[in-house]
């Protein structure tokens, strides 16, 4: 255990002994903020609610969740590091769990800085505070999910540009796979179970629901399933490139 | 102490009564066909190829081998290693020394064989074995955005020390290899000789029985490599003690047992004076060409 908390606390201190965590947090919480208010119109709305800031999460984190993780093992196979990490007594899961832990708490923290937001719907009215905890607990669950996709990105490459791309690209298929335009598409050609199959992977249906306020049982088991077959394949990468 | 160390002081205690072993040379070579176990060392020829329990022998590597797609990078290497042994692992560039070395710490699987760290097989007990050995590894990688103390206090977390004991072996590990004046400082701003000085310090900072180093004095200046040998000759006795090396005048300095591999195999082994006399002129760098240089060629 004491290893486990020492992995997860070098890590989490990782970000904040470079500037990438600031550089990140103020961007994360620019655009946020720009797009809940000047594109959205929160203010001119005349609704006390945090929907038009849900709504844009998954779009922000879609760019800022891939480069918050394209380091985590790309960095460590660049740098060498790599090799004095693994040979000391730590298991593959410790550190995969470790890595994805540490890099999760700094997009929670992220997130909770967003909280003036919720000052300031506060100070417009009475919105319903269910939905606004629930739609924080959906936003978690979203970058967690988003993050298990660049653990293993940046596990397959020690290239953090390509990690940062591939992560995007995969995170950008599970964000439209539901979309009309894209379920249109596939319908022309593709057999049903093929197209139900696709959709049934878009993160889209589970974000709304919470957003919502529904706390449906599938939704967390979609959300844990997708992390945990992404950390899954994250060990199988990185197992199989020490007895290549 | 924290359990996992004091379980491993328990397994030292019960190997001190094999400590007491007659001086004279004690990594027990297996090689193929070069040397016959009676040209190696009188002693050599009793133990010659027997596994005599693991008592005495901190480091045994079984046969290893490994290859990367088609290419065999090592095709069979066994050898044995005794506590106040440093062994010199000899062998110009690609012949598999740091593949071997990554293999016995762990950082990769072996295609075939086994190497085990005080009875501890690296396959079987990875993580047992693990905490018996401190690993330099080659270019000597450190986290370069933390400081110094901030590096070696991650290190003896990941070992298993808190409180303390933590602040104390990072203390002592700073203090060994003088780096008290830039311990605050952020690894990334350090010269390359105090980035190797503070990898050499995570790599001893829990006093390892058994210490691998990939080429330690690589790229260093005289007064450095000579401060990396003094380090190591003065912690000899306790430890079986591996390093890699292309530099022969570091094994006349440091070694007492010297294996040389090409290509992959084993090609001579013995004390540096065994190995010297194999060559008319007695200088080293003559049998280490004569036996490698047809490798090259291959």
Redesign the interface.
């Known amino acids: 255990m004491?290893?486990f908390?020492?992995?997860f606390?070098?890590e989490l201190?990782?970000y904040f002994?470079?500037p990438v965590a600031y550089v990140f947090l103020v961007v994360f919480l620019l655009l946020s903020g720009f797009l809940t208010f000047f594109v959205s119109r929160l203010y001119e709305q005349g609704q006390a609610t945090l929907e038009p800031f849900f709504f844009w999460q998954p779009w922000v984190y879609l760019l800022l969740v891939p480069a918050a993780s394209m380091r985590m093992w790309s960095d460590e196979r660049r740098?060498?590091?790599l090799?004095?990490l693994?040979?000391?007594?730590?298991?593959m899961a410790q550190s995969i769990l470790a890595k994805f832990l540490a890099a999760w708490a700094f997009l929670v923290l992220a997130i909770a800085l967003t909280c003036p937001v919720v000052v300031t719907i506060y100070g417009l009215g009475q919105p319903d505070a269910g939905t606004i905890v629930s739609g924080y607990l959906g936003c978690i669950l979203l970058a967690g999910a988003y993050l298990a996709v660049g653990a293993v990105t940046s596990a397959m490459t020690r290239n953090q540009v390509i990690s940062f791309v591939v992560s995007l690209v995969v995170c950008l298929f599970l964000l439209m796979a539901g979309w009309p335009p894209v379920t249109e598409m596939l319908v022309q050609w593709a057999p049903n179970w093929l197209v139900n199959g696709v959709a049934a992977f878009s993160v889209m249906p589970h974000f709304e629901s919470i957003q919502r306020g529904v706390l449906d049982l599938r939704d967390f088991v979609y959300y844990f399933s997708v992390m945990g077959v992404m950390l899954f394949t994250a060990h199988l990468v990185l197992e199989n490139r020490?007895?290549? | 102490m924290?359990q996992?160390n004091s379980r491993a002081g328990l397994v030292f205690h019960g190997f001190r009564s094999f400590f007491r072993m007659p001086e004279g040379w004690h990594a027990i070579c297996i090689y193929p066909g070069q040397l016959t176990p009676d040209e190696k060392s009188p002693r050599a020829g009793a133990t010659d190829g027997v596994i005599d329990s693991y008592g005495g022998i901190m480091l045994e590597v079984k046969d290893i081998k490994k290859s990367?797609g088609d290419i065999e990078a090592v095709r069979g290497i066994s050898f044995k290693v005794e506590k106040g042994d440093v062994l010199g692992f000899l062998g110009p560039n690609g012949a598999g020394k740091s593949t071997t070395m990554?293999m016995i710490?762990?950082?990769?699987?072996p295609?075939a064989g086994t190497a085990s760290v005080l009875g501890h097989d690296i396959l079987d007990q990875p993580?047992e074995a693990?905490?018996q050995?401190g690993?330099l590894?080659?270019?000597a990688?450190?986290?370069?955005?933390?400081t110094v103390t901030?590096f070696l206090v991650?290190?003896?977390?990941?070992?298993?020390?808190?409180g303390k004991e933590k602040t104390d072996r990072v203390n002592a590990a700073v203090e060994r290899c003088n780096l008290g004046r830039v311990r605050h400082q952020t690894i990334g701003t350090l010269s390359k000789g105090f980035r190797q000085r503070v990898?050499f310090a995570?790599a001893v900072l829990h006093d390892p029985p058994v210490l691998i180093m990939d080429e330690p004095t690589d790229g260093l200046d005289p007064n450095q490599k000579f401060a990396v040998r003094s380090m190591i000759r003065e912690m000899a006795a306790g430890k079986a003690i591996v390093i890699s090396t292309h530099i022969l005048e570091e094994v006349e300095a440091v070694c007492t047992k010297a294996v040389i591999i090409g290509d992959g195999r084993i090609l001579a082994c013995g004390t540096p004076a065994e190995l010297k006399a194999r060559s008319p002129s007695g200088r080293l760098d003559e049998v280490f060409r004569t036996l490698t240089s047809g490798q090259n060629a291959a």
């Open positions: 004491s290893t908390n020492a992995l606390k070098r201190k990782s002994e470079s740098s060498g590091t090799e004095l693994l040979t000391l007594p730590v298991t020490k007895s290549a | 924290t996992k990367f990554r710490t762990g950082f990769l699987i295609t993580l693990k905490r050995i690993y590894p080659e270019n990688p450190v986290y370069a955005d933390m901030g991650f290190v003896a977390g990941m070992r298993g020390y808190s990898c995570q």
